[in-house]
């Protein structure tokens, strides 16, 4: 059982990066670089680089790696945090917009995709599962620390 949900999971992230790939080789953006633009965008209370390691789970590495790259190529700012010298705010410049905007059609399509053929009530029940399953690790992570 446990293989399945790994086969999926891959899976998704494979016709993901597939779906994305034009937009990244037009663009000249890896798709790393591509992702932190659609983080920072699709959640936009999560601006540091920290957040993106943390939330998203891009290794820290490659993040500081397309960050900068991000920056200079004037995709992202960075922006201090009054109150907090240690921590940077990235913000998506005017620049980025139109790569958002796509990324934004390529992400509508890939969750139509996905769900095809699913019916309404099925996606609520996935989606409820989820939101307990989320709870469920919530508790455990407060019970681990």
Known sequence: MNLLYIEYVNKMLQVYGTKCKPLCQETKIPQTAFDILMFLFNNP???TARDIVKVRGIKANLVSINVDKLVNEGYL????????RRKTMLQITDKAKPIIKRGKEIQENFFKDLFAN??????????????NIQRNLDNIMKEGK
Do not use: H
């Open 77 to 84: 700012e960075r922006k201090d945090i009054k109150g907090d």
């Open 118 to 131: 699913v019916d309404d009530e099925s996606v609520k029940i996935l989606y409820k599962v989820i939101e």
């Open 45 to 47: 209370k999560y601006n």
